[in-house]
């Protein structure tokens, strides 16, 4: 399905350089946005926003304070609106609890949350502006704790009540503001969990992905496109009375309710 609402639109999405952030980017291109792609890894995102008509890459470390606002002034630079975001930077480290250190929990923090802290306030006039949208893409480890996630758990956690704290100001403001908690995608951080299975069980590679989707009862593994695909709902007029939602696509890991 695609959204003809969405094109001309134009979005920022962080996290844009691989994975489920770069299908996110490819997507909207796709529904006819224009879309400032932040990473940063600047030369893949070049690489990127080269194959995708309308696609501009901003090289950004969101743990910088001032990146924010930066790469909001790009995009309205380059497109002189702003009519959603998608907070999807931020990577965390796994682990065992005493072994993370001080460093550990500051990174996850300070990509994750407070990048998109720092993004969705400086975005926010410009989309209260056009009646736009955030999208936030957290995790189902924010609703599933795990001893070894205990960083990216709790970070997840904090971003989905950000997301509902958010959309509480956006039904005054007019800016809609959901949640999406992939959970495990084909992506590089799927695959090196894949390999560290093999290893450690000595597994070939099919037997160990089989195996880490068993530990989840899920049937597969999802594919970044289908999360893009639930954020080109969420940004366009068909989800114009979702606020505040906080979306599973995670194959049926999620079983509470």
């Excluded at 950000?162 to 908690?181: E, P, S």
Aim: a neutral charge.
């Amino acid at each position: 399905m695609t959204y003809p609402d969405l094109s001309g639109q134009a979005a920022i999405v962080t996290g844009a350089s691989r994975g489920i952030g770069l299908a996110i980017g490819r997507r909207l291109a796709a529904e006819g946005m224009r879309v400032l792609l932040v990473a940063r890894s600047a030369d893949r995102l070049r690489d990127e926003a080269a194959a995708l008509p309308g696609a501009v890459p901003h090289g950004a470390d969101l743990r910088d304070p001032e990146a924010a606002a930066a790469s909001v002034a790009a995009a309205l630079t380059q497109f002189g609106r702003l009519d959603l975001l998608v907070n999807c930077a931020g990577a965390t480290r796994r682990g065992d609890f005493l072994a993370l250190d001080e460093e550990a929990w500051a990174d996850g923090y300070a990509l994750k949350l407070f990048g998109a802290v720092r993004m969705a306030r400086a975005a926010w006039p410009h989309l209260r502006e056009r009646g736009g949208a955030i999208v936030n893409i957290a995790g189902v480890g924010g609703r599933i704790a795990s001893a070894d996630f205990a960083i990216g758990g709790s970070v997840n956690a904090a971003l989905m009540n950000l997301t509902k704290a958010l959309a509480d100001r956006g039904v005054a403001d007019g800016v809609r503001v959901n949640c999406i908690n992939p959970g495990s995608i084909r992506t590089d951080r799927l695959t090196g969990r894949i390999a560290t299975l093999e290893r450690e069980r000595g597994l070939d590679p099919a037997a160990a992905a089989q195996a880490l989707a068993a530990e989840t009862g899920v049937a597969r593994f999802g594919e970044p496109e289908e999360i893009a695909a639930v954020v080109a709902f969420l940004a366009s007029r068909q989800a114009a009375y979702l606020q505040g939602a906080i979306l599973d696509v995670d194959g049926g890991w999620v079983r509470a309710i």
